[in-house]
């Protein structure tokens, strides 16, 4: 039984690293630009004989 309330502690351990892992990555920026990714793909990239001139 006492396997059970490790086990709660290091989930609930687990959870908050991950919170604030998300908390310090939303103060960082990581999520400022979403429009961008989406049409990356679109965009066609140049030429690698193009691209070393």
Avoid at 17 to 41: C, E, K, M, N
Wanted: aromatic fraction near 14%; charged fraction near 25%.
């Amino acid at each position: 039984m006492s396997i059970i309330y490790f086990l709660i502690g290091c989930s609930v351990l687990l959870a908050l690293i991950f919170l604030g892992a998300f908390f310090w990555a939303q103060r960082q920026g990581q999520h400022d630009d979403l429009y961008t990714p989406s049409v990356r793909i679109l965009l066609d990239d140049e030429p690698e004989d193009e691209q070393k001139k």
